[in-house]
T-cell receptor, first 115, second 115 residues
Framework: DAGVIQSPRHEVTEMGQEVTLRCKPISGHNSLFWYRQTMMRGLELLIYFNNNVPIDDSGMPEDRFSAKMPNASFSTLKIQPSEPRDSAVYFC?????????????FGAGSRLTVL | AQSVTQLDSQVPVFEEAPVELRCNYSSSVSVYLFWYVQYPNQGLQLLLKYLSGSTLVKGINGFEAEFNKSQTSFHLRKPSVHISDTAEYFCAVSRTFQGAQKLVFGQGTRLTINP
């Protein structure tokens, strides 16, 4: 099992550009989470999906952020247009089942720098 | 609502000394509690979890945590730390939203081991 795979690992872009982060969850996991990590705010849950359906997007900062999960093996987090304050590490995590006892497995993260 | 407070943002200790990382949660219902570790430039990994039963939970790398319902605490301990334990540690609680459970993290505690 290759674990949760995120790409790109590092992204440097200029303000105003579109950024797309990608995630492949562990096969068989039906819940997927997007987190953002910054020094100031720590780990924030942006959005999560169950069976490809968004359940809670209350953590998405604003309309510039959007997330999709077209199938069970792929999800994207898009920022358009990007701003310097979006600079952070973005983590994707997946879990089998809806229960809180089930463990989240995290990807290695995508480090985004917006100049 | 469930939330998590990690009382120390940074904890420096000497190698082979014991360490305790503190975590308090707020919840009026039964909870699932977790400790995750993040090594530099990596994603989060599960250290241990409390679901039910024995209040003393043992995890990987010699860590253990004790669930204390009366004090709403879930402190992490290790009797003798190594340089390799240098990392950031996150306490987390499961929170129910629309029938599914998501993980809410504390702000993290950076553990630094000095030789």
């Amino acid at each position: 099992d290759a674990g949760v795979i995120q790409s790109p690992r590092h992204e440097v872009t200029e303000m105003g550009q579109e950024v797309t982060l990608r995630c492949k969850p562990i096969s068989g996991h039906n819940s997927l989470f997007w987190y953002r990590q910054t020094m100031m705010r720590g780990l924030e849950l942006l959005i999560y999906f169950n069976n490809n359906v968004p359940i809670d997007d209350s953590g998405m900062p604003e309309d510039r952020f959007s997330a999709k999960m077209p199938n069970a093996s792929f999800s994207t987090l898009k920022i358009q247009p990007s701003e310097p304050r979006d600079s952070a590490v973005y983590f994707c995590a997946s879990r089998q089942g809806l229960g809180g006892a089930n463990v989240l497995t995290f990807g290695a993260g995508s480090r985004l720098t917006v100049l | 609502a469930q939330s998590v407070t990690q009382l120390d943002s940074q904890v420096p200790v000497f190698e082979e000394a014991p360490v305790e990382l503190r975590c308090n949660y707020s919840s009026s219902v039964s909870v699932y509690l977790f400790w995750y570790v993040q090594y530099p430039n990596q994603g989060l990994q599960l250290l241990l979890k409390y679901l039910s039963g024995s209040t003393l939970v043992k995890g990987i790398n010699g860590f253990e945590a004790e669930f204390n319902k009366s004090q709403t605490s879930f402190h992490l301990r290790k009797p003798s730390v190594h340089i390799s334990d240098t990392a950031e540690y996150f306490c987390a609680v499961s929170r129910t939203f629309q029938g599914a459970q998501k993980l809410v993290f504390g702000q993290g505690t950076r553990l630094t081991i000095n030789p």
